[in-house]
Each structure stands twice: as C-alpha cells, then as structure tokens.
C-alpha cells in the first residue's frame, strides 16, 4: 500500500472527503479555480495505491487528449509507477477502443478507418452528384451537420424519413441513407460513429455490454457539465453494473450547449443516483475575494443550480472596476491604455492581462488600437480579424473594385460565394491569359467577347460576374467604403451564403462582417479623400502584423475560449445589451442562464485585477445605435464595485429604472424574455434602434436604424442570420418587443 500521507498531503477537508470516498456514486462539484483537477488525479491515485482497485478496472474520461495526458502525467507521479492497465482518455478515443476491439460483433471489419471532415464532405459530394445537385444546390456542410444531429440522437435514416414532412426533409434523409451506405462500403467509420456504434453495440448486444460493465469497477468523468445526451447514455451503461461513477463539473459552467452539452445531466445526477455522495469544492485558490464576491452574486440570480458559494483565503483586495465610455472607440482606447498603464507601473505585466468579449467580431477595434501603438498581442481560439475567412472574402471583392488585374482576389471572388464558374471555365480563362500574358480579370472580358469559345453556360456565368464587378465599381465610385461593403454583401448574397455554407457558425461569421462595415465608417468618418483605395491600403497595413507575432503581450479572445485559463488582469468589453447577453440568448429562460453562467467564467478567469466595460454608443454593421447597458450589470454588489471615468450624466446601475418589455394587453405573444407585442403603422415614435422586432418571414431582429416621414417610417432591421433589411412599417406585420 502507498504511504496515505503522500496522497493527501495539501488537500483541504472538502478535497480529501472527496478523494477517499470509497464505493457508490460520488458528485463532485468544484466551483472555478477550486483544485478540481488536483482533486481527480489524488482521488485516482488513492483509489489505486490505498483503495486496492486494479488500474486494469479503472477508465477515467475527459474532453481533451491535453487533459487526460496532465492528468495520467500527475496520477504517475504521485504513485511513482506507470499507470499500466488504466485507461485516461477522451470519450471519442474511448470509443475506438471499444469499437477495435468488437469490429465484428459491431458490424465492421477489424481493419475499419476513421474518415476526417474532409473524407465525410467528399462521400456527401459524391451522394449529391449521384442525384444531379451541386454543392451550389445544397451546401455539402449543411447535409452532414444535418446527419451529424440525427446520428447522434441515434435516429436510423429509415427513422428520418419516416419522420420527414417536407420534401427537403426527405432529400436529407435519403442523402443520409446513401452516406451511410458509402461508408459501409468503405469499411469506416466518421467521428460521430466513434460513440453512436458503441451504444448501439451495447443495445444490440447485452453480452458485450455486461463484459464492460463487469470490467469498469470505476468510472471518473471530468467536465460533467458538458456530456451531451448520447455521451450521458454512454456514462449511464458503463456504470450500470458497479455503480462507483464519480462525476466531476460545475454546472456553473456550463457553457456549451451549442455544442449539444445538456445542463441537466449534472442538475439530475443525484436524482440518477439517490444515494449519491455530494461534495462541494468552494474554496478557490485563484481570485480575491472581492472578485469572488462579484461571481457569487451573478450566479446566484440563475435558478437551474445547486446551492454554493465560492470564498477564498485570499486578502478582498481592489474592488472591480466599471467604466462606461461614450462609444466602442472609447472604450478600446481606454482599455488598451489600462493595459498599458499597468505593464509601464511594473503592476502587472502585459502578458498577464486579458481582453474577453462575446463575440469574435468585438476583437476589431482592440486589435486595430494595439497595432496602432505597435503592442505585442495573441489572439487565442480564433485567427486574428483580419485574416478570418469571411473577411478576407470580402476584402478580395473590394479590391476587384479597385484592381480588377489582381489574379487571387478574381480566383477568390469568384469562387466566394459560387458564381457559377466551375474549374473548367476558370481554365479557359486561365490558358487564355497564359497566352495573351495578362490577367485573369482581362482574360475573362476577352472570352466574354467570343462567345463561340465559351459553352452557353459558362458564357453566362462570365459575362454575369463580370456585370457585377462592373456595377459594383460604378457604385464603389459615387458612395462612402461603409456603404460599398455593404452593397458588396447584397449583391453577392453572401449572407445566404454563410447560412447555407456554415450552419452552426453562420451568425459570428456575419458578425464580423458587421465589424469590417464598422471599420470602413471610421475610415469614412475621418475624411480620407482616398475612400475604398485608402481603406484597403490600410488594412493591409493592419493585416501585416509579423512585428508583433510570436511577441508576448495580452491575450485576446471569447469567454468560451477563455474557460480553464486565468490572469491577473481581466478585462471583460462589450457589457452592453444586445452584445452580452448575446440577443438571440434572451428570447428563452435558458438561454439568458447560459449568458450569466459566461459571464460568471470570464469573472471568475481573474486573479487579482478585474475591469468591466461598457459603450453609450456602438458601431453595428456600418450604423451606430444607442447601446444599453447590459442587464447583468444590475447584479454587481455595488460595494464590491468601482465606477471610474464614463460620461458624467450617466446614473449608476442602481439608480437605473429597471428594463421590462412593455406589457400588451392581452395581444402579446410570449417568447421566453422577450415579449412582442403589434404596433400600428404611424406609430413612429415607437420605433428606435436597438429594439427587438420579429418578422413574419425572416424572423427576430434588431432595428438599426429608423428614418423616413414619421407616418410611414422605414427600418433597417439586421435579422438573426446577419442579413439587413429595410423594411417599410406600413407594409409588414412586424411585432415589437
């Protein structure tokens, strides 16, 4: 037996009351900065080296193969053997295992493939093809992230298409028949599989389940909170037989239910098992007590959780700060001079500090003011702004305006959206400007000239891109860069295009879109006679970052992004209504719990220092429009809390009238937080930027702008897929909130 003493030494009472529960089910709920992980690598450690359990008998599951390699690092060292035998691992890798080891009984040969994300968009191209569509017809990512949902929720393509209503419905569901015919052909399975064909196994075959259930004396599962309803069902049948699941999360943190994770498999676990052990972790080791206190009474205000509140013996420290500038701009310049202020004082240094927003678009403005004063900076999580892919899509058809010669942007510009030009136009043009020596764009007008060189349809695809090259320079000559990016979005369709090619990820990407409209208004707002020209010039200044890359300086990036990190400084932007909480979160109860369970992780990421930003006046998609401040403000204790700077007309959160939807008398409808209620036509007062609107077709928006005579007023209305409208409120039934 292992000296006891090695095990627990430095834990808490809570932690050790943790790692030396013995058999039955056990909830652990370690709050932020709480030693969960500490607490999973000892309690393995005493289950091997003083509980006796065979390392053979023991899986232990996470989400990342970072994690689970700490993880069995710090079991290892604590026993001083190699933890031969046991398996610490992801839940996917988990899967293979199960899957290699019964590939017969599963159905497949011992020698199945794993197919990547590309190997399962070509069997969907391929499927497609067989039926005469194009990706054009039906973006191949949206057929698999269709198929990926019902795999998942272990729906048979002969289930789907008994379930299909409509013939879209059905066209899925005979694509997915034929993309699981492919790769049982092929001998593979895709990532989903690696799950779905393990619990279908088990259901299929009791006997191979029981083996498992017989072999797993101890299930460890870490991130609890996140597991989605097949992984749950996965966990529930491995535990079946010896019942010591021990399930490690913070349901205030759970943060992914985009991704599928389902808040109650961890609110439910002692309901699963009644006579469940729970301990909670609630001592942090990370963060002052002031900014604990901040996190305790955001959280507190969600119903969906357990009852328990962080405390630290960590001195309260400063309080938080809260400034609310004038506008976006100002707030980036305050917050990169914040930054600045702290590494130059020699109080915390510029690696230690962090910027996290909602929304990837939000980075802009703080990368742009970084660069400008030539700061050192990272990004984590996403590519920097300028160089994301719908940016530089657009980027590529700006410059077609103003340099049409440019071979790569005509390439991109003419695949993005699809124009029409398929490989073999596009090397007809190119074996033409090979010849005659000149660019693609050239190339492309000469054939459009000779039209016997050119298949009918191909000469149609040519001579309709270059039409709208030419329109679009022609306006790109008579109005502002703001106004040109967006006539560029419309006429191109490239919100339609982001819906259909990205389905998950569409409404950040248009976002960005936004942000590059609002880059191109400062640039207009300052009066540069050198309009798109100049802007593009500029960017590529922005773009042409190598003096600071590889450089340590501050971190940027989302709350999602920042979860399980932690600074000395954060500072948390964009605490404005309709940005955090993100719009689309408060139309349910849910949805608004998600936002305040976000902003708990990115108060908690704080050790020593925390900043709270806000704007009277943001930049959306080219339009400024007055920006409320965001309701979770109201929940600061304000005696933990410092206002600093911001206009001196604005009353602090608590003198602030509460924000409630206006009641409607019976005619509202309902829709989680958000209440929607008809406004006649001439009622133009009622009408303002920022309010909360639903169209009968597009669906819910934001209006952006208001303007035209008062009796019959016309808004321009961003609707949730990124798309701008404007709309006449004399002729469409729209609902306010």
């Not at 699981?180 to 599989?193: H, I, N, Q, S, T």
């Amino acid at each position: 037996m292992l000296d006891l003493d090695r095990i627990l030494a430095d834990l808490n009472d809570s932690q050790r009351e943790a790692v030396t529960h013995g058999d039955g089910p056990l909830l652990i709920l370690a709050g932020a900065g709480s030693g969960k992980t500490r607490v999973i690598t000892h309690r393995i450690a005493w289950l091997v080296g003083q509980h006796g359990v065979d390392p053979r008998d023991l899986v232990a599951m996470t989400f990342t193969n970072k994690a689970a390699g700490e993880m069995k690092e710090r079991v290892e060292a604590l026993l001083g053997i190699e933890l031969a035998g046991a398996y610490v691992g992801t839940f996917h890798a988990f899967g293979l295992r199960v899957l290699r080891a019964n590939a017969v009984a599963a159905g497949y040969p011992p020698t199945f493939v794993v197919y990547d994300s590309a190997d399962q968009l070509s069997l969907v191209r391929a499927a497609l093809k067989d039926r005469g569509l194009t990706p054009q017809d039906l973006p191949p990512r949206q057929v698999l992230s269709w198929i990926s949902r019902n795999k998942t929720r272990l729906v048979e393509p002969e289930d789907a298409a008994a379930e299909a209503r409509r013939p879209d419905e059905r066209l899925l569901a005979e694509l997915y028949a034929e993309y699981e015919a492919r790769l049982r052909r092929a001998g593979a399975v895709d990532f989903d599989d690696l799950l779905v064909q393990v619990v279908r196994l088990f259901l299929a075959r009791p006997d191979v389940a029981e083996r498992y259930q017989r072999r797993i004396h101890h299930l460890l599962v870490d991130e609890y909170q996140d597991t989605n309803p097949l992984q749950y069902r996965l966990i529930r049948m491995l535990a079946e037989r010896h019942r010591n699941i021990c399930a490690v999360g913070d349901e205030d943190q759970s943060i992914y239910a985009f991704r599928g994770a389902d808040i109650r498999n961890i609110l439910d676990f002692t309901r699963d098992y009644p006579d469940a052990k729970l301990v909670k972790l609630e001592r942090n080791y990370r963060s002052t007590g002031n900014i604990l206190a901040i996190a305790s009474s955001v959280i507190r205000h969600n119903s969906k959780r357990y009852d328990k509140t962080l405390w630290t013996e960590i001195e309260d420290g400063p309080r938080a700060r809260l400034c609310e500038t004038q506008a976006d701009r100002d707030e980036a310049d305050f917050v990169v001079g914040e930054i600045l202020r702290l590494a130059r004082e020699g109080a915390i240094p510029l690696e230690q500090c962090a910027i996290l927003y909602r929304t990837n678009a939000t980075s802009r403005l703080f990368e742009d003011r970084l660069m400008a004063r030539n700061v050192p900076y990272r990004v984590v999580g996403a590519l920097r702004f300028y160089e994301r892919r719908e940016v530089k899509d657009l980027l590529a058809w700006l410059r077609m305006l103003v340099h049409p010669e440019s071979d790569q942007d005509f390439l991109r510009a003419a695949a993005t959206p699809p124009r029409g030009l398929g490989q073999k136009t596009l090397d007809r043009i190119g074996e033409e400007a090979a010849a005659r020596g000149c660019s693609l764009f050239e190339a492309a007008r000469t054939l459009a000239g000779r039209p016997e060189e050119l298949p009918g349809r191909a000469l149609r695809a040519v001579d309709a891109f270059l039409g709208t090259v030419r329109d679009l320079t022609d306006l790109a000559a008579t109005t502002t860069t703001a106004g040109t990016i967006e006539a560029v979005t419309e006429a191109i369709g490239y919100f339609d295009y982001l819906e259909k090619a990205f389905p998950g990820d569409h409404e950040g990407r248009a976002e960005n879109i936004g942000a590059l409209a609002d880059a191109a208004r400062e640039h207009d707002e300052a009066g540069a006679p050198d309009g798109l020209a100049g802007f593009l010039d500029r960017v590529s200044l922005r773009s042409d970052t190598d003096d600071v890359q590889g450089r340590r300086g501050p971190s940027l990036m989302t709350i999602h992004s920042a979860k399980g990190l932690e600074f000395d400084a954060v500072f948390i932007v964009g605490m404005n209504e309709d940005l955090f909480p993100h719009p689309w979160s408060t139309s349910e109860d849910d949805g608004l719990e998600e936002e305040r369970r976000l902003f708990y992780v990115a108060i908690t990421r704080a050790r020593r220092l925390l900043t709270l930003t806000s704007a009277r006046f943001r930049s959306q998609f080219g339009q400024v429009v007055h920006a409320r401040p965001s309701r979770f403000l109201d929940e600061l204790p304000p005696e933990r809390v410092e206002r600093i700077g911001g206009p001196p007309d604005v009353a602090p959160a608590a003198d602030r009238p509460a924000r409630r939807a206006t009641p409607a008398a019976g005619m509202a409808r309902r829709t989680g937080r958000v209440e929607y209620e008809p406004v006649a036509g001439d009622e133009s007062g009622a009408w303002r930027p920022g309010m909360h609107v639903e169209h009968p077709t597009f669906g819910p928006g934001i209006v952006m702008t208001v303007d035209g005579p008062a009796d019959s007023p016309r808004l321009k209305i961003r609707f949730r897929n990124g798309r701008l409208r404007r709309i006449s409120v004399n002729h469409a039934p729209l609902l306010r909130g």
